[in-house]
């Protein structure tokens, strides 16, 4: 039998994306999509070759139509973002048949506004920041407990202590595209583009073949 899906009608959806993907987001929450923030963060550096991984969506920023995460400025793609600070962003939540693309240029908060959200962490995500190093080989994992073991010392004798290069990033977004999958294919999807992500530009609404 068919599976179930939502329906979407193109021609409702509101005049900017940041609002249909908060609706979106809430009714992926309603019907218990599992981590529906977790997002593939597509990046490419210097050498142009694509690149990518899951990270936390940490918010939305409606002025801006801004998707914020947050990472390590020493890390892969933390690099690659300095070398080329562009990126997208690809939510898939199966359960409702839904996909969102996210396509823009990616700036670096403040250092202030940084430090304010790793403030906010848990405390093992504190000590997993401040362990640090992210991707760089881990002799054995013992290693790990022991580096983990250290990072709960400083924290405990320094509770404001914050890895270095911990970062949180905008991607301000001038494409994203709304497909919702349709068990007789009939698949509809939704694209907003601007031409001017900084000023807030408008957006166009294009209905795609799927
Ligand atoms: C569900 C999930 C959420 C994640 N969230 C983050 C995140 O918010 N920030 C981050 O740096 N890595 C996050 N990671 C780990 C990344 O996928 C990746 O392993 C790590 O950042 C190293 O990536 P890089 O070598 O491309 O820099 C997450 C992984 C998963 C599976």
Redesign the pocket.
């Known amino acids: 039998m068919a599976r179930a899906l939502p329906t979407f009608a193109p021609d409702a959806a509101p005049g900017a994306p940041v609002e249909l993907f908060a609706a979106w987001l809430a009714e992926a929450v309603a019907v218990g999509v599992l ?1 529906p923030g ?1 997002a593939l963060l597509s990046t490419a550096g210097a050498d142009g070759r694509p ?1 990518a ?4 969506l940490r918010d939305v920023e409606a002025d801006e139509a801004g998707w914020v ?4 400025a020493a ?4 690099v690659q973002l300095a070398q080329q600070p562009a990126a997208a962003l690809t939510f898939y939540w199966p359960l409702q048949g839904r996909q969102i693309r996210v396509r823009g240029d990616v700036t670096q908060a403040a250092r202030e506004v940084s430090l304010a959200e790793f403030a906010t962490r848990s405390p093992a995500s504190k000590v997993a920041g401040l362990v640090g190093r ?2 760089t080989p881990l002799a054995s994992l013992p290693d790990w407990d022991e580096a983990a073991e250290g990072a709960r010392r400083q924290l405990a004798n320094h509770p404001e202590a914050h890895p270095p290069g911990h970062t949180v990033y905008t991607l301000a977004a001038h494409e994203v595209e709304f497909w919702q999958g349709d068990p007789g294919r009939r698949h509809v999807r939704l694209r907003y583009t601007r031409n001017s992500p900084a000023g807030g530009g408008a957006w166009e609404r294009t209905l795609l073949w799927p």
Do not use: L
């Open positions: 981590d977790a690149d991984r899951i990270v936390a995460f947050a990472s390590d890390s892969p793609k933390g992210q991707s």
